[in-house]
């Protein structure tokens, strides 16, 4: 089994984990800086498989939900390959999200076994508490602590079509939707990532963004499974040992978000030059790259930065700009890799290069639907198999994409469409803003008006008239923030992606 430049992945994940132990068995797959033994590709795949049995004795049938409630490390990556291998529909459950959250993708997910990190049991009990969920809990410390007297079963059969994962979106304008993958559409997002980079096996990726969120999860762990490569899984981001970790163990990339990078642009450490010629590049997604910190990034390391676009309903990646020597267009996520991508009219008609409508994807990494939201289902997808994003953008002459906002991120000033983008990359031109995020805020004039949050960096004297300066300078008035809110931390999704929507509720 080969990753097929020209057509998605066949089978499922445990076909390309038992792939991975039989043909590079004592290769490393996982490494671990917070502690605990690497894993190779056959001690993966064996421990895979005594978890699923286990699962299976449980009394478990093929495609029930099993949750795992753990933060990155040793036992995250098995209990997922665990759940994976035995067929059963992992669903991962965001620590970051609350109780009611937590307990509201427990009971809608209807699982029948938690897998969870002892660390999250008072976080696990708010959150049986607040929903009615009752799956069997099975403790993970050293080991897999399974109820007394299962024994493992034979392995269920399964197949590319059956469900593989159920990832709950981050429900900023309501209850969040379980986005449900077949191993099929996972393969294909793990593809999509492993071909538009030329992932290899001689690649170590950084894994620094949470696994129950879609990019750590297909990005830098099912990358790696299509192409044989390795991973270091880190517990989470720390800008202190960013560089550290990346030269202690040998990081060829890594895959984070763009504060994160602006978070390393500002910061004091920096690269080893052995490690910064080792790193090929640094990929971005998530959420918008500004030029200023790309570029600043680029100048301060030497270290391509690769910007990307991706979703959790299409299993991650659906864009990406080409490795050097390719072009990289500077402002825009790149072209579409492994799948389709079109510019939508408000009636659903393709439009032309140059103008702005709805990005949609099309391609086998697409979600099989909102779990038990036909209505939902219904509304993302369109007859003819394009997924609707609820992105605004364009696309150039070259295929490139250039997003220009969210359309429920749109802030509507006197009937004039203004894209925080726009206000977030003024504010990025000062090199003292770390964070920068535009938002809306009802207006009794204009309907809404424009105001920003801003994170700065250590030490700045710069004041919020001057910054409103820059933003006039370049947008002009009617488009800049009437109000600048200075704040130490701006809300984030597990990702690290800004939540623009909660903005207005904190700063009234």
Same mark, same amino acid.
């Given at each position: 089994?080969?990753?097929?430049?020209?057509?998605?992945?066949? =089978?499922?994940?445990?076909?390309?984990?038992?792939?991975?132990?039989?043909?590079?068995?004592?290769?490393?797959?996982?490494?671990?800086?917070?502690?605990?033994?690497?894993?190779?590709?056959?001690?993966?795949?064996?421990?895979?498989?005594?978890?699923?049995?286990?699962?299976?004795?449980?009394?478990?049938?093929?495609?029930?939900?099993?949750?795992?409630?753990?933060?990155?490390?040793?036992?995250?990556?098995?209990?997922?390959?665990?759940?994976?291998?035995?067929?059963?529909?992992?669903?991962?459950?965001?620590?970051? @999200?609350?109780?009611?959250?937590?307990?509201?993708?427990?009971?809608?997910?209807?699982?029948?076994?938690?897998?969870?990190?002892?660390?999250?049991?008072?976080?696990?009990?708010?959150?049986?508490?607040?929903?009615?969920?009752?799956?069997?809990? %099975?403790?993970?410390?050293?080991?897999?602590?399974?109820?007394?007297?299962?024994?493992?079963?034979?392995?269920?059969?399964?197949?590319?079509?059956?469900?593989?994962?159920?990832?709950?979106?981050?429900?900023?304008?309501?209850?969040?939707?379980?986005?449900?993958?077949?191993?099929?559409?996972?393969?294909?997002?793990?593809?999509?990532?492993?071909?538009?980079?030329?992932?290899? @096996?001689?690649?170590?990726?950084?894994?620094?963004?949470?696994?129950?969120?879609?990019?750590?999860?297909?990005?830098? %762990?099912?990358?790696?499974?299509?192409?044989?490569?390795?991973?270091?899984?880190?517990?989470?981001?720390?800008?202190?040992?960013?560089?550290?970790?990346?030269?202690?163990?040998?990081?060829?990339?890594?895959?984070?978000?763009?504060?994160?990078?602006?978070?390393?642009?500002?910061?004091?450490?920096?690269?080893?030059?052995?490690?910064?010629?080792?790193?090929?590049?640094?990929?971005?997604?998530?959420?918008?790259?500004?030029?200023?910190?790309?570029?600043?990034?680029?100048?301060?390391?030497?270290?391509?930065?690769?910007?990307?676009? =991706?979703?959790?309903?299409?299993?991650?990646?659906?864009?990406?700009?080409?490795?050097?020597?390719?072009?990289?267009?500077?402002?825009?996520?790149?072209?579409?890799?492994?799948?389709?991508?079109?510019?939508?009219?408000?009636?659903?008609?393709?439009?032309?290069?140059?103008?702005?409508?709805?990005?949609?994807?099309?391609?086998?990494?697409?979600?099989?639907?909102?779990? =038990?939201?036909?209505?939902?289902?219904?509304?993302?997808?369109? /007859?003819?198999?394009?997924?609707?994003? =609820?992105?605004?953008?364009?696309?150039?002459?070259?295929?490139?994409?250039?997003?220009?906002?969210?359309?429920?991120?749109?802030?509507?000033?006197?009937?004039?469409?203004?894209? /925080?983008?726009?206000?977030?990359?003024?504010?990025?031109?000062?090199?003292?803003?770390?964070?920068?995020?535009?938002? @809306?805020?009802?207006?009794?004039?204009?309907?809404?008006?424009?105001?920003?949050?801003?994170?700065?960096?250590?030490?700045?004297?710069?004041?919020?008239?001057?910054?409103?300066?820059?933003?006039?300078?370049?947008?002009?008035?009617?488009?800049?923030?009437?109000? %600048?809110?200075?704040?130490?931390?701006?809300?984030?999704?597990?990702?690290?992606?800004?939540?623009?929507?909660?903005?207005?509720?904190?700063?009234?």
């Amino acid at each position: 089994m080969t990753v097929d430049p020209h057509r998605p992945p066949q =089978g499922t994940v445990r076909d390309w984990l038992d792939h991975r132990a039989d043909c590079q068995g004592e290769a490393v797959s996982h490494l671990f800086p917070a502690g605990g033994a690497a894993l190779t590709w056959k001690e993966l795949r064996d421990a895979a498989a005594g978890i699923a049995r286990h699962l299976t004795g449980l009394g478990l049938s093929r495609g029930d939900s099993v949750a795992l409630m753990m933060p990155n490390g040793r036992n995250a990556v098995l209990g997922l390959f665990g759940v994976l291998y035995g067929g059963f529909r992992t669903t991962m459950i965001n620590l970051v @999200a609350g109780a009611d959250a937590i307990g509201y993708a427990l009971s809608h997910s209807g699982a029948k076994a938690l897998l969870f990190d002892k660390g999250q049991r008072q976080l696990l009990d708010s959150a049986l508490a607040a929903h009615s969920a009752a799956p069997i809990l %099975i403790e993970v410390d050293a080991g897999f602590e399974w109820p007394q007297g299962v024994e493992p079963a034979a392995l269920h059969a399964h197949d590319a079509e059956d469900d593989a994962l159920l990832m709950y979106t981050s429900g900023t304008t309501g209850r969040p939707k379980g986005v449900v993958h077949s191993h099929s559409s996972l393969l294909a997002g793990g593809w999509n990532t492993a071909l538009a980079h030329e992932l290899t @096996a001689q690649d170590r990726a950084l894994c620094v963004l949470p696994v129950y969120h879609i990019n750590g999860l297909c990005v830098t %762990i099912l990358g790696p499974l299509l192409s044989g490569g390795s991973v270091v899984v880190c517990e989470r981001f720390s800008a202190s040992q960013f560089w550290a970790t990346c030269e202690e163990h040998a990081v060829t990339w890594f895959s984070v978000v763009p504060t994160i990078i602006s978070h390393l642009l500002h910061g004091d450490g920096a690269p080893q030059p052995s490690c910064a010629a080792r790193i090929r590049f640094g990929r971005s997604a998530s959420a918008a790259l500004a030029p200023e910190v790309q570029n600043g990034f680029e100048r301060r390391f030497g270290i391509p930065i690769i910007e990307t676009m =991706g979703l959790t309903e299409t299993a991650a990646q659906i864009l990406s700009n080409p490795l050097p020597p390719g072009t990289r267009k500077v402002g825009s996520p790149g072209r579409a890799v492994g799948n389709e991508i079109a510019i939508l009219s408000p009636d659903l008609v393709p439009l032309p290069a140059g103008v702005e409508g709805e990005i949609a994807v099309r391609g086998a990494n697409v979600m099989r639907g909102y779990l =038990g939201d036909s209505a939902a289902t219904g509304a993302a997808l369109t /007859p003819d198999g394009w997924l609707r994003t =609820g992105d605004l953008g364009r696309r150039d002459e070259d295929g490139y994409v250039f997003v220009t906002g969210r359309l429920k991120e749109l802030i509507i000033k006197g009937g004039e469409n203004i894209a /925080p983008r726009e206000i977030d990359e003024a504010l990025y031109a000062h090199p003292d803003v770390v964070e920068a995020a535009a938002f @809306a805020r009802k207006c009794a004039t204009y309907g809404e008006r424009v105001e920003a949050a801003v994170i700065l960096r250590q030490g700045s004297t710069l004041r919020v008239a001057d910054l409103i300066s820059i933003c006039e300078e370049r947008l002009g008035k009617f488009k800049s923030p009437e109000v %600048i809110h200075l704040m130490a931390a701006l809300p984030k999704g597990p990702s690290g992606k800004i939540q623009r929507l909660k903005l207005a509720q904190m700063t009234e």
